[in-house]
């Protein structure tokens, strides 16, 4: 069994920060892509950052230069630092895991319960 447990969200004042953390535990052979993604009500899920185990980056152009990403290979751990937050990155966000538990085995994506961030303005 695997479990993705996020922490870190809250309520922040605009142009505040906030800093997410997510581990992944369980029977874990190996994580490929581990990332955050988000949900405002009444929007569908979008991606936020997402880092390979090589370490390539990918952010949603709204995030850019305001989040980075970051990731603890050892740990199973991702990182999301969140500055200069703004009313509109108000939502759920979710830790998502790309792994597999054996070698053989497929990759398959798992996700957190979800954090709330709440921003203020």
């Known amino acids: 069994q695997v479990q993705l447990v996020e922490s870190g969200g809250g309520l922040v004042q605009a142009e505040g920060s906030l800093r997410l953390s997510c581990a992944a535990s369980g029977s874990i052979f190996s994580i490929n892509v581990m990332g955050w993604f988000r949900q405002a009500p009444g929007k569908q899920r979008e991606l936020v950052a997402t880092e390979t185990s090589g370490g390539t980056t990918n952010y949603a152009d709204s995030v850019k230069g305001r989040f980075t990403i970051s990731r603890d290979i050892a740990k199973n751990t991702v990182y999301l630092q969140m500055n200069s937050l703004k009313p509109e990155d108000t939502g759920v966000y979710y830790c998502?895991?790309?792994?597999?538990?054996?070698?053989?085995?497929?990759?398959?994506?798992?996700w957190g319960q979800g954090t709330q961030v709440t921003v203020s303005s």
């Open positions: 998502n895991a790309q792994l597999r538990k054996c070698y053989n085995c497929n990759f398959y994506d798992y």
